[in-house]
């Protein structure tokens, strides 16, 4: 939530920029996971790590602040054979309280450059987050835009003195646990 392009989707989105938002994705693509700078034992593991926890809350806190719940209409998670091994697969799709249609997939250890895309179609455009900090937009028939003017966004250390409502707290905090345990059933 302290990123500038992610505030900036996000006043796009509210002030209908690409109109009435008709499906939503986030796509996950990960080399290696861990990731080569992530190696230690316990983000490889099922019982605490996996980028279903370590990446996934933060889409999730982001549709649950702009689209309100989500409900998973169904799910399947792909664990390797060691039983103490995190997640290499996911695929979920659902609904969110407005009844618009969301899919969610997620896969590691393949042979393509990591790729984090969280896309929200509307009827008359696409926007489009790339890893983290790259925001495009894409109207019908046109190549997609780079986003690149954004306002300056306040640090965590400013929102907390200024007890600003953008920080996650424990009843949402919980809301996106509760996503991240549901998925993590077998």
Known sequence: MYKPA???????????????????????????????????????????????REVFPHYFQLMHRLFGALSFTSHHITYPEQADKCETGLIAHGLTEAKIPFLLTGISNIGQKELLQFKVYGEQGVLTLENWTTLYKSMYGEDRQLIEEFEEVPSLFEEMNNQSTLLVNFEEGLIVQRYIDHLLME
């Open 6 to 52: 992610i505030r900036e989707m996000a006043k796009r989105i509210k002030e209908g920029d690409i109109g009435k938002i008709v499906r939503i994705e986030l796509q996950t693509f990960f080399p290696d996971w861990p990731r080569l700078w992530q190696q230690n034992p316990w983000i490889g593991s099922r019982s605490q790590g996996g980028f279903v």
